[in-house]
């Protein structure tokens, strides 16, 4: 359930599970350094039975972190095809353009935008594929044949700041989230609390409620604001400060999107 909507976020900017993946593994092996593995020596072999991950891939995290390069970026798909499209002779023409395919070829030899993408995509659906470019502006169709207009396929970026933001947002969720499913004994954790319509309810209604909630949230907040600032006394200056703050948010949920994927084909015809 987390991880749906980063996954429809990720998604949606281009980001292939590739580098998720990658990504991923950096993560577990900081946190297994940072809580599970206190010694001043790394041992690889240990983090790799906290983590699961291969003393290979443990090996390969470390020595990218300490080289400080970023992630080679994983072509998704759409960028695959593109690449291909530009550069072999197949489907290229004179000085390099990339021809202009009919969707389907029954000529042998002929190049076609299906044989593209099998070429280059794997088991990807080429229909699908094709509706994505022409989607991003990457290929327009012209008399009934598709043309490359773009070598780049790039889905619409967010910019820095919404990702830092978005980062931010996450970690200081579940961060209490999960302090609150692991504590000790009552009263240790952090303020957690929801309330929401045992019935759900239309979208008017949640309209009204969002307008509602901007005021009413905005003015808690402002009372906070000017409670952290009538309190700034009370830090001892020799003490470590740590960030804290009350977040807080509207959500609007879908039954639909929390079905299982099991639940999601059935009924429908797989190929």
Known sequence: MMLKPLVRLLVSQGLTHAEFSEVA??????????????????????????????????????????????????????????????????????????????????????????????????????????????????????????RAVSRLYEPTALSPELIQRLGDIGYRFFSTAALNITKEGQGTGYFERAVFANEGCTENVIELFDEYIKKRGQAFLEELDIWFSSNEQRNEPSDQRKGTGLFMVHYVEDQSDKTSLRMLLQGRDVS
Do not use: C
């Open 25 to 146: 593994k950096e993560v577990y092996v900081e946190i297994a350094l940072r809580h599970f593995e206190p010694s001043e020596r790394v041992n690889k072999s240990r983090i790799a039975v906290l983590t699961g991950l291969t003393r290979k891939e443990v090996k390969n995290v470390i020595d990218r972190a300490i080289e400080s390069s970023a992630l080679e970026k994983t072509k998704s798909r759409p960028s695959r095809v593109l690449s291909g499209w530009y550069e072999d002779p197949k489907f290229t023409g004179p000085y390099g353009i990339p021809l202009e395919l009919q969707y389907e070829s029954h000529v042998e030899g002929q190049a076609s935008f299906t044989e593209l993408v099998r070429t280059y995509s794997g088991d990807m659906a080429p229909r699908q594929m094709l509706n994505e470019l022409l989607r991003s502006g990457s290929v327009i169709e012209v008399e009934g044949l598709y």
